[in-house]
């Protein structure tokens, strides 16, 4: 919920109130201190211009084998976080692609891509 969120320039707070919730209802259910209730996800798929299956994606085989009732009782093993194993789903990383994507000069976009480019290569050099 938050990567997409992040990816689509949302603050909580702004989420919050196209599906009728505070920001602290928000970040209750980005750190997963609630559940996510059906209709609230449904809700959320709509604002977040996403297909409910969309939060079931990244989900472990180990925790989509188990039934919420399994869960409580044998809570499974917790993974590392996505951001942490996957760069590229930081917050940093996701603004600076939509940050990007919002240059509307195609030559100043592409001398932005060169040089980052440059970057990356002289580090992977030294």
């Not at 201190?33 to 209709?39: G, K, L, P, T, V």
């Amino acid at each position: 919920m938050r990567l997409r969120r992040t990816l689509l320039g949302l603050s909580q707070e702004k989420l919050g109130e196209m599906i009728g919730l505070t920001f602290q209802q928000v970040q209750k259910y980005e750190r997963g201190a609630n559940r996510i209730s059906c209709s609230r996800l449904f809700d959320l798929s709509r604002a977040l211009e996403v297909p409910i299956a969309y939060f079931f994606d990244d989900m472990a085989d180990s925790v989509s084998a188990m039934s919420p009732v399994q869960m409580v009782r044998e809570p499974p093993v917790s993974e590392p976080a996505p951001a942490e194993i996957d760069p590229r789903l930081r917050r940093e990383t996701l603004e600076l692609v939509r940050n990007y994507y919002s240059i509307t000069d195609p030559d100043v976009r592409r001398r932005i891509y060169d040089l980052a480019k440059a970057l990356s290569n002289r580090t992977d050099d030294a």
